[in-house]
């Protein structure tokens, strides 16, 4: 299935990036999702993904803040399914601290502080990631564009509990 992606660019988990990086028609989507849960959500993809999605994965497609869709498959599928719809997985950036992409999904959301506190399925914001993995840099950006530094899991665990827990 060919797709060329949506044209409304947003949030931060992983990118789809063109073969040139030199490309003015980058589209940057993202799924937030836990490797054990059976759902995840993804942001900014475009209309016909979230169709071709939606079949596969009966009950999806349920729109959420930031230009998101709720999706019934597990991260892992997600992101396969992307895959096959053509997308470029690159990272997931607060987890793997690559800042610099990190900065670029802040400057292209429309509500930046919206966009950082946007929870998973699980209530874990990008604060959270990028504290349990001991990204300083990322929490300090993540917090100057509004991050809730007391935003909790469903779990109720906070980004200092992640960072404690992970002795980071």
Sequence with gaps: ????????????????????????????????????????????????????????????????PGNGVTMKANVLRAINSLAQLGYKIVSSTAFNGEKDKIITLIDKAKNAKEFVNMPDNSGYTALHYAARNGHIDICKTLIQVGANVNAQTSGLATPLHKAAAAAK
């Design 1 to 64: 299935m060919d797709t060329k992606g949506s044209q409304n660019p947003s949030t931060v988990n992983l990118c789809k990036l063109p073969l040139s990086e030199a490309d003015e028609g980058v589209v940057y989507i993202a799924i937030k999702g836990s490797l054990h849960a059976y759902d995840c959500s993804v942001f900014g993809l475009g209309q016909e993904e979230i169709s071709a999605l939606s079949k596969k994965y009966p009950g999806s497609g349920i729109l959420i």
